[in-house]
């Protein structure tokens, strides 16, 4: 069996997850569309699908141990992760860049506190991830939202729209790729056109994805620390 014919084969299982207290379902649930269907959770990352088979055998083995304590990386785990995003996205990194952190939202909680400070503003290309409110808000600073434009059932970033937007007190761009959560994968001219807008110098940190489609790759772009 090919590799794609045993992919087909696990997303053509269905998986039923109302009654694991999966926070996708909790979140909508008794909520209906204005069409009056029941809303389709969209906005988190979590497929109801089964997971790899490598991922649940590795799960097993730790589980069989027994002894579920604080681990470390492995210790090839850093060149590991260059050489993905070497082969994956064309990017060449250290592993000496590479710090550990609980998840992205975490990460992006300790990149705002490095950035900015307190009542700076942060602009937010909306619809957004609704957790980036929360995550602004908790570290003090102020989300100044900047509304994509909808046109033809794809969602397009105006440039103009970004710059009026921009305020004093800017030092922030949140850039999620893919778009969570209209599912809009950049360009590289749409990300090439972002980073020339925002001004040097630039600390980069960031929100991204592994996502691709016809006539996309994945570029590392991440979100940017700017003074105006």
């Known amino acids: 069996m090919s590799l794609e014919q045993n992919?087909?084969?696990?997303?053509?299982?269905?998986?039923?997850?109302?009654?694991t207290r999966a926070t996708k379902w909790l979140e909508v649930e008794g909520l209906v569309s204005s069409v009056g269907e029941p809303v389709i959770p969209l906005w988190i990352a979590d497929m109801d699908f089964n997971s790899p088979p490598v991922v649940l055998n590795a799960l097993r083995e730790t589980l069989e141990h027994g002894a579920l304590g604080y681990s470390e990386w492995p210790e090839d785990f850093p060149a590991v992760f260059r050489d993905w995003q070497a082969s994956r996205h064309h990017w060449q990194i250290s592993?000496?860049?590479?710090?550990?952190?609980?998840?992205?939202?975490?990460?992006?909680?300790?990149i705002i506190r490095t950035c900015t400070q307190p009542d700076d503003d942060i602009l937010v290309l909306t619809p957004g991830f609704g957790t980036f409110n929360r995550v602004i808000d908790h570290t003090g600073r102020r989300q100044i939202n900047v509304p994509l434009v909808e046109l033809q059932n794809h969602y397009h970033l105006d440039l103009k729209r970004l710059e009026a937007q921009v305020t004093p007190r800017s030092r922030m761009l949140i850039l999620c790729n893919p778009h969570n959560p209209v599912g809009k994968v950049w360009?590289?001219?749409e990300l090439i056109q972002i980073a020339q807008f925002l001004p040097a110098p630039r600390v980069t940190a960031g929100v991204r994805r592994r996502a691709s489609g016809p006539g996309y790759w994945r570029y590392p772009l991440y979100a940017d620390c700017f003074a105006r």
Do not use: G
């Open 7 to 19: 992919a087909q084969r696990y997303f053509d299982i269905p998986i039923d997850r109302k009654s």
């Open 95 to 110: 592993p000496q860049w590479l710090l550990s952190c609980q998840s992205v939202i975490t990460a992006l909680d300790v």
């Open 187 to 189: 360009s590289r001219e």
